[in-house]
């Protein structure tokens, strides 16, 4: 896996009060964390898939097809990505990061779905607002966009996706500081929201059309099951 390039004033090694308290408390002290987590009132498309990262020593979140999650505290946002896109957002002054997960670029926007980029970023901005960062301090790490398969090389889904994403970030004028997309690779990508590191790992071609379709049907359980945390453990 490689690491891309840290926020200014950051360490590549997620190591916090939060993760020495972890290593040092064992299992234990995790696991009642991520119960804890499990606990707190969700927001609709807030992701809420919770495990602990044994490779990081981090509870951990997995944001499915669809979803978000925005914290302050020292864990890990974990997705797996084909054609979609992740956007990781990072305020270096409030130390508030978030993760979404989007499939296209705009649709159906009566009610708001995350499945779309349109009103994705604006729900990720916004509850990072809520936690006390602002537009100004903002910055991007941009993940996805794969051409997996080659039917949808024709639809050209992972392009649009990117394109969208990058003319998002410019209007709103969040610098983009890294980013890892389009190509033909699934993904699967970690990120520190409360240090604003990100890592990224390109995933072998084993069964691409599956990861398509669940990416397509937004299945959480079917995806959830299949990059289960253990397999971080190649990082």
């Known amino acids: 896996m490689s690491a891309l390039a840290p926020p200014l004033g950051s360490s590549l090694r997620?190591?916090?009060?939060?993760?020495?308290?972890?290593?040092?408390?064992?299992?234990?002290?995790?696991?009642?964390?991520?119960?804890?987590?499990k606990t707190r009132p969700r927001r609709p498309g807030e992701a809420s898939f919770f495990y602990v990262d044994h490779h990081f020593?981090?509870?951990?979140?997995?944001?499915?097809?669809?979803?978000?999650?925005?914290?302050?505290?020292?864990?890990?946002?974990?997705?797996?990505?084909?054609?979609?896109?992740?956007?990781?957002?990072?305020?270096?002054?409030?130390?508030?990061?978030?993760m979404n997960h989007f499939m296209l670029p705009d649709g159906d926007m009566v009610g708001g779905s995350g499945?779309?980029?349109?009103?994705?970023?604006?729900?990720?901005?916004?509850?990072?607002m809520k936690l006390g960062a602002r537009?100004?301090?903002m910055q991007a790490k941009v993940f996805g966009g794969g051409q997996v398969m080659a039917s949808f090389t024709a639809m050209n889904v992972g392009e649009r996706n990117t394109e969208f994403v990058m003319n998002y970030l410019q209007t709103e004028r969040i610098p983009i500081v890294s980013k890892d997309v389009l190509d033909i690779y699934?993904?699967?990508v970690c990120f520190f929201p409360s240090t604003g590191k990100a890592l990224v790992k390109r995933l072998a071609h084993s069964h691409p059309e599956a990861l398509v379709e669940q990416e397509r049907r937004g299945n959480a359980v079917t995806?959830?099951?299949?990059?289960?945390?253990?397999?971080?453990?190649?990082f």
């Open 186 to 188: 699934p993904r699967k």
């Open 223 to 234: 995806v959830a099951k299949e990059t289960s945390g253990g397999s971080v453990d190649l």
């Open 115 to 128: 499945r779309y980029g349109s009103y994705a970023m604006e729900l990720l901005i916004n509850e990072m």
């Open 57 to 98: 020593q981090f509870p951990a979140v997995k944001v499915l097809p669809g979803e978000y999650y925005v914290s302050t505290d020292d864990m890990v946002i974990m997705t797996v990505l084909g054609s979609c896109i992740a956007a990781c957002i990072w305020d270096t002054r409030a130390r508030v990061g978030g």
């Open 14 to 37: 997620p190591t916090t009060p939060f993760g020495s308290a972890l290593s040092t408390g064992g299992d234990s002290v995790q696991q009642a964390l991520v119960q804890k987590m």
């Open 135 to 137: 537009r100004e301090s």
